[in-house]
């Protein structure tokens, strides 16, 4: 394997994870723009980011060892799955982990940990969000799989690079197939991306 590969696979990591609060940015702009009210700045999620990065952490008095790790099962989870999607090439070192039904089964270990992560401190609050996060799942993550297995049918296999190289080489055709899970597919965005994307937290002090 080349160091341009290596260099390419960093690369390509650390732009999901860079660009990935500017996405959010994007979608609460959106989200403003439809409900016609001023939108915040496209760098708002990145001035949060700096403001959080210096306050100290707020668990619960009767967490366990797993609302810590969590967070950390979350974030491993996705750069996981932005490392084994194709974006910036096909060639790269982790072309052989990059299965469809592999990054489906991360994605789907991020959501039930979060939602494990919302339980185990044992509010209400907390397991109606775990609850709502899961119908989500639920509704969602079959949607996913069958826009990935109609691509993979296309392709003849479920590895990512494949199925990238073979539709971005192949003759230009007509596959309504394909219009109909460009519609689920964007179904599935609106369900992700409309969620509350931020939560906050409040002290209060009663005297």
């Not at 500017?22 to 949060?48: D, E, H, I």
């Not at 899970?181 to 209060?204: H, P, Q």
Request: aromatic share 8%; net charge positive; charged share 15%.
């Amino acid at each position: 394997m080349r160091a341009l590969d290596w260099l390419t696979q960093i690369l390509e990591v650390l732009a999901a994870v860079v660009l990935a609060p500017m996405f959010l940015g994007w979608v609460t702009q959106c989200r403003a723009w439809l409900q016609n009210r001023r939108a915040p700045g496209l760098l708002q999620p990145y001035r949060m980011m700096r403001k959080l990065l210096f306050k100290d952490a707020v668990i619960a008095g009767n967490a366990s060892a797993l609302f810590r790790l969590a967070p950390y099962i979350v974030f491993g989870a996705m750069v996981t799955a932005a490392a084994v999607i194709p974006s910036m090439g096909t060639r790269l070192p982790f072309s052989s982990a990059a299965d469809a039904i592999a990054l489906v089964g991360m994605l789907a270990t991020a959501r039930v940990f979060l939602a494990l992560a919302a339980m185990d401190v044992g509010t209400a609050f907390g397991s109606m969000g775990a609850r709502r996060e899961m119908m989500v799942g639920f509704l969602t993550e079959p949607a996913l799989l069958l826009v990935i297995f109609l691509a993979s049918l296309i392709s003849s296999t479920t590895a990512l690079p494949t199925i990238t190289e073979h539709l971005a080489t192949q003759a230009l055709g007509l596959y309504p197939s394909l219009a109909f899970s460009g519609v689920a597919f964007t179904m599935v965005l609106l369900a992700e991306n409309a969620r509350a994307c931020r939560s906050t937290t409040r002290r209060r002090t009663w005297n």
